[in-house]
């Protein structure tokens, strides 16, 4: 398998990233998960803004600070996936969101780097002192649920939140 990198995105990521983007606007997709509200975004100045400024509380979106990565894979240095890790966990993103948002290219799903993805962001967690992490998806997102089920991830609820519906909520102990 193809080995993959994290890395904070960049200007001199603009084409890439832009690119990335365009694929989930082609395939009728509305989200780009763990990206910072990048398909929302036109100009990649103003997102690279807003997720530089995301890395402190004052300035993030969800009150906590966040740093997001684009997974790049090392053979063509292609942008496979997004991945956001929140460095802690406010009232709101105990209920619903939890530490880790992650997305894969819809192109490169299926292929195992949701999985690599996550383990590379849960040791940036730990270099964060951060013990256990937790992860919430869609009950219907299988392939969400077995990205955290094989990084160590223990299903602690399923059931309904009145503005995500139906999600399910794993933990990763990190020791």
């Not at 993805?117 to 937790?134: C, D, N, P, T, Y």
């Amino acid at each position: 398998m193809t080995e993959v990198y994290l890395v904070e995105p960049s200007k001199e990521m603009e084409e890439q990233a832009m690119n990335y983007r365009s694929e989930y606007l082609q395939q009728g997709e509305k989200r780009i998960n763990g990206s910072m509200g990048l398909i929302y975004y036109d100009s990649y100045d103003q997102w690279l803004e807003r997720v530089v400024l995301a890395r402190t509380q004052e300035k993030s979106a969800v009150e906590v600070p966040a740093t997001t990565y684009f997974t790049v894979r090392k053979s063509d240095n292609k942008i496979v996936g997004t991945v956001q890790l929140r460095h802690e966990l406010n009232d709101d993103l105990r209920k619903r969101g939890g530490h880790i948002g992650y997305g894969i290219a819809p192109s490169e799903r299926g292929k195992g780097y949701g999985t690599m993805q996550l383990s590379l962001v849960l040791e940036k967690a730990r270099q964060l002192g951060i013990s256990h992490v937790m992860i919430s998806c869609d009950r219907t997102n299988f392939a969400s649920a077995s990205v955290a089920i094989k990084n160590g991830g223990k299903l602690e609820w399923d059931g309904y939140d009145e503005e995500d519906g139906f999600i399910r909520i794993y933990w990763i102990e990190l020791g």
